[in-house]
């Protein structure tokens, strides 16, 4: 078995709710060492919803697994000393400071690179002019509300998930090592920001949606579960069950052709309409009335029977499921990366590591400190600082040994 | 000004779709030189919609700007032995591949591992286990679409952003670059996997979302537009727009309370119901109250009028723009992501750059090359092809000069 891939790399973060959090999670899920620095009793994350039964954030625990707690009061001038001179203490591996600047700049790069010409720090803000902007607002802005849901609404829906929160988070991380590699090439330390805002705009530019709104002068217009540009839409099953379809490829379409019996049907259709099927283009063209010619197959069986039928066919499909039943199929999936902790405060609890398969490297599900449970050990060792300092520090009030 | 980070860094990247592509695009915007590996002709995302009126992909542009084209027929021996040695060839900045492998395996990392024994690779798949999966079958296994959308639905709603492929590509980026890291520090290469369905478990349980309905055994309910936890959610005005409204914090609350005029009618109310209002699972709780209370003041005014009594006030809040308009507010804001580009194949484009702002580092837009565009060039550079060789090569299929 190899080492974690960055074991050895010391991270400094200070941060809440997703963005940073999820930055420093990478990162600790990749072998780093990343000491998360909160207020004593906590920032405004700490007691998230969701809630676990006894009381902790489940949102707090699992952004932040892996990590060290240490807490440290940075408004005061006592902790923002301690907070510099720990983030600044040399070493290769260390100077990586990770904040967001929701509420206000927790250290300033300035002052850190004074100290340490080649800190990095990367710096998590709500829109670039340093407004605040969160995962809601900026999914408001940037159009993607509009295009979501039946074309029978006329309102925006909103994602679910905080897709912005968490693709920036993996921006930031991309940043660090990005900033890790040129200072090891040029001696160079790096100040970075990243904003929510353009993290999206960045990703909706990059699907070409910007181009294409401009070019036609007007909105795509909201198609439901139709997936753009191709074949793909939710069927009903005569159990009550929901299943997502798509056939992306020419093999897909013919796959779905063949297991349902339509291959005729297309045909007759394809020389009515004059139209290609196995181009994807033609498919999205006509989606609505592949969907409906489709649609009684699909009804006149329950998911039971349909499983193997469009597995052994090669049909692209999946069935809709709950959280609930999405857990039971994470944790019985290959090589999972769900596992069952039981974590301090919390009790028996699903957890999860790095997405990255590393040959030879195993991934092992971490656990979340308990916020403050490493001040005292991170301060003595990194600034041999003494029971008797941390007590006296811990008085006044600037650190917290537990929470 | 400074260089770009990864200036130096030389990725091959033979991937289709999006995941690939955007970790190619990711390194590529921050200084590598990413040569972008297709089937003469292009691979089957090379027509993928949105088009342009010239017919181009928009999608396949946005996707590989900043990237250098070759064209190589990698189903052939001639062209795997090509690819092969390319992607091996000495130097400390070389030696990383990335593929997906929703087809098939380009190159296998074990052949490339006999040639370069410090050779990176990540494969990007559907299933960890080798099964096929896309962004929209993936999002239907998560649990996410039946948590998406009005509350008065019972069909799932679909995510029209991406966000798993997205997400992949960033961590297929983090996967290269940490494996970077190790190789400077061990010496020893990598070959990862990572399955769009294991990102998405990674995120979902990030979140908390699975630890939260095991321990409830059951799902949360669908809530619309609300924001969960907190108070969020849209409100309609008067001139038909709607704006995303959203109080985490307790000044975000003070804020909205004073701006409404309604300070008087949550104090009564926090009396009746025995509740804390400052407590942001307390303003979740009674979120529709809230929004029924605060509904008459925003249809009383236009988007116009409320602009700057929100902004002076520091409301945390948003309109809901269409992608047209977005592209427009995106090109006005500061130190802009978008920017417009005369696109070779395709005209006046808005294209983006890295959301990363780097100090001293200039970002500027780049082109995507036409397919092939590079094939000759980088094969002469790199291998010391001649223009015989190429010729030959051309004339056999097995490269495309130009597309």
Known sequence: MSAQPLVGLEVVECSTFVAGPSCGMTLAQLGADVVRVDLPGGGSDFGRWPLSATGESLYWTNLNKGKRSVAIDYRTPAGRELLTAFTTRTGDHRGVYVDNVVGRHRLRHDDLAALRSDMITVHVEGFADGRPAVDYTVNASIGIATMTGPDFLDTPVNHVLPAWDLLTGMHAAVGVLASLE????????????????????SAVGALGWFAEAEEAGADRPRHGNHVFGSFGTDFATSDGSRIMVVALTEGQWDALCDVTGTRDVFAALEKALDLDLRQESARYEVRETIASILRPWFIARDLTALRPLLDQARVLWAPYLSVVEAAASARASSDPVLHDVDQPGVGPMPTTVSPLRWAQTERKPALTPRLGADTGPVLAESLGLTDADLGRLAADGVIALTS
Chains 1, 2 share one sequence.
């Open 182 to 201: 040129r200072r090891r090439t040029t001696g160079e330390g790096s100040a970075i920001n990243v904003a929510l805002y353009d993290v999206a705009v």
